[in-house]
Nanobody, 113 residues
Framework: QVQLVESGGGLVQAGGSLRLSCAAS????????MGWYRQGPGKQREFVAR???????YYADSVKGRFTISRDNAKNTMYLQMNSLKPEDTAVYYC???????WGQGTQVTVSS
């Protein structure tokens, strides 16, 4: 069972950038769909972005053009580059093996206005 561990969260001002990482304990090459989800305060968990093993991507409208998802199968790591951050991006961000619906523990992102 591949475990997922997120890192890279923190506090940033509006307009700033952060890069999240999701490190897997084993190979992610065979995981077709991996993705990022987030849960803001008082909100349900929502989809942010996903990527296939071949590199095809799909984004939520709310982050399209600001966030970029990528994965390095050789390093067993997935990334989320977040630019032009807004206060409404404040949430706990979760890495997900979508094929099996397995989650990491989450990393907090806080964007101040």
């Amino acid at each position: 069972q591949v475990q997922l561990v997120e890192s890279g969260g923190g506090l940033v001002q509006a307009g700033g950038s952060l890069r999240l990482s999701c490190a897997a304990s084993g190979s992610i090459f065979s995981i077709n769909y991996m993705g990022w989800y987030r849960q803001g305060p008082g909100k349900q968990r929502e989809f942010v972005a996903r990527i296939t093993t071949g590199g095809s991507t799909y984004y939520a409208d709310s982050v399209k053009g600001r966030f970029t998802i990528s994965r390095d199968n050789a390093k067993n790591t997935m990334y989320l580059q977040m630019n032009s951050l807004k206060p409404e991006d404040t949430a706990v961000y979760y890495c997900c093996n979508i094929d099996r619906w397995k989650w990491g523990q989450g990393t907090q992102v806080t964007v101040s206005s």
